[in-house]
């Protein structure tokens, strides 16, 4: 077993596309194709016992699945694949399962450090999504090494999802901005989706496209909950290391019948952020006004106590241009704050990496 597994690599050999393929690809590129898509990668223990196999060999074949399903995607175009390796609900697991899983990935990521040199010629970066403080010490070491080796690559992304659910890494954002407010670098009224959005570990991707399920079930099972709020979902009928190109093919077409609907829906949930930023900006720009003002015994502007047509036109101009330094200022304590928060969970991986003296 332990053998199977080391030869299996991140890169395998490509088999030439047949010209139906070529086709279907061309057919396909000529349209909107996803550039982020999500995986949930199910079924690889129905797939063991359909096939009689040991459980772990189900993950196995849904490793050298996954290693196949990035070369489809680097092909059309895709730049970004976000994949769920390994759920905290999935501790729960038998301990034999839960070690052949951690066994398979160490093999996996030192495997990825042995081909860095096809990583970087792929120009494929790596990151991990979740606390991976509940991983082995020496798997986080491995995770952190494929982080930072590849960190500076520009041409697609993959994003694993490791000791992760969708509902730990809000919790986890909430923490951080509860944290900012405490410690003085935000208020609380600088709460926003966008700022919350900011804090999760999803916060250098893009906008989750595609996402794809296999083995039939019809559920998210807490993955990617806050980012797949418009996204449009392709449950597959077929298990995971079954997946093939014409179920990929197949989704990305889905996606596109479905795609014009999902950028009206996008843009007006952009409109609505930018609306209520705008409103709360007002609001707590005149609470501030009204307490410099009391302080002074004098009107705050935005409150005319004789309106003449005049004075609301230079009052408005005042008051958007104190809207305007009020957004200003927020942005800088946001920047702050978010360098704070990324500059902490970047040491955390440095801290992982081995020490050269
Ligand atoms: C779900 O199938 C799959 C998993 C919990 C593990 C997925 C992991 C891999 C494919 C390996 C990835 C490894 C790396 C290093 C990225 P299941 O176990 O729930 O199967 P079932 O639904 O048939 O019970
Ligand atoms: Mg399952």
Redesign the pocket.
Known sequence: FKRKIQIMTWFPERRRPTWLQRLCEAILKSGPVPQHVAII???????AVKNSLEKCE??VR??DK?AETLEWCLDLGITEVT?Y??SIE?FKRSPDEVNG?ME??RQ??AKLLEERNLIQEHQVCVRIIGDISLLPRDLQELLAEAVSISANNKRAVLN?CFAYTARDDMCNAMRELSSGVKDGFIRESDISENLLEKCLYTSHSRSVDLLIRT?GEVRLSDFLLWESAYTCLAFVKV??PEFSIWHLYAAILHYQRNYNKIQIARQNLMIERERLQRESDHRCMLEEETEACSKLEIIPPGKVSIPTTHSIITQNKNVQALVQQYAEARTERENVFLAHVYTKRADFIKSLLPKHP
């Open positions: 990668m199910d079924g690889n223990r129905r797939f189900g993950h849904g490793f996954l994949v390796a390994f999935n899983l398979l990935s996996k990521f694993v083995s298990l995971w």
